[in-house]
């Protein structure tokens, strides 16, 4: 596993699971952007799109899907050197409302006029405004547990974090020793 640098001022950062050619910034939003895939996952996840969202045609579904990808891919990648990821990224519990140590975040788009956006980035929060995605998801459902692709995220917001715990990695100073470890 290793990171890649997302902003120039290492702010922001991106897993890179071994055996994958891109990080999962880069995968989310190929992913997030293809028409085909999109169409299968969707047809898949039908019940949940209709119960939870009242959407009744996939195609809506795709549109609204690479719509709000591009928004949120223009937040993630346009960040300024001024901008507070924490306001990006909260904790991915609701009811939480203090810091912990490596903590579990998500970002998702905060307005969408036709529903609620069901795309969401997770990473773990090495310290206030710094932050390493782990990946993402397209989420339909109220809690992470209910569907299969949903749980896998958890499970690499997770491995993520016991890799950093396991490195000695507990904030921003760690973790650039340890990039710089890998030079």
């Known amino acids: 596993m290793t990171f890649d640098s997302i902003t120039e001022d290492e702010r922001l950062w991106a897993t890179r699971y071994d055996g994958c050619a891109d990080n999962?910034?880069?995968?989310?939003?190929?992913?997030?952007?293809?028409?085909?895939?999109?169409?299968?996952?969707?047809?898949?996840?039908?019940?949940?799109?209709f119960s939870y969202f009242k959407i009744t045609d996939v195609n809506d579904a795709i549109y609204d899907t690479i719509e709000d990808s591009d928004r949120l891919q223009c937040l993630i990648l346009d960040i300024s050197p001024d901008a507070d990821l924490d306001k990006i990224f909260r904790?991915?519990?609701?009811?939480?409302?203090?810091?912990?140590?490596?903590?579990?975040?998500?970002?998702?788009?905060?307005?969408?006029?036709?529903?609620?956006?069901?795309?969401?980035?997770?990473?773990?929060?090495?310290?206030?405004g710094i932050y390493v995605i782990t990946g993402g998801a397209i989420k339909l459902t109220r809690t992470m547990q209910e569907r299969e692709h949903t749980l896998r995220e958890l499970g690499k917001m997770e491995q993520v974090r016991n890799f950093l715990l396991d490195h000695g990695v507990v904030d921003k100073d760690a973790f650039v020793d340890y990039m710089s470890e890998l030079l």
């Open 24 to 49: 999962v910034l880069d995968s989310l939003f190929e992913q997030w952007n293809d028409v085909v895939w999109l169409r299968d996952f969707f047809k898949a996840n039908w019940d949940d799109l």
């Open 91 to 128: 904790p991915l519990e609701n009811s939480r409302y203090a810091d912990i140590l490596l903590g579990k975040e998500k970002a998702k788009l905060q307005v969408n006029a036709r529903h609620a956006s069901w795309l969401r980035i997770y990473a773990i929060k090495l310290e206030p």
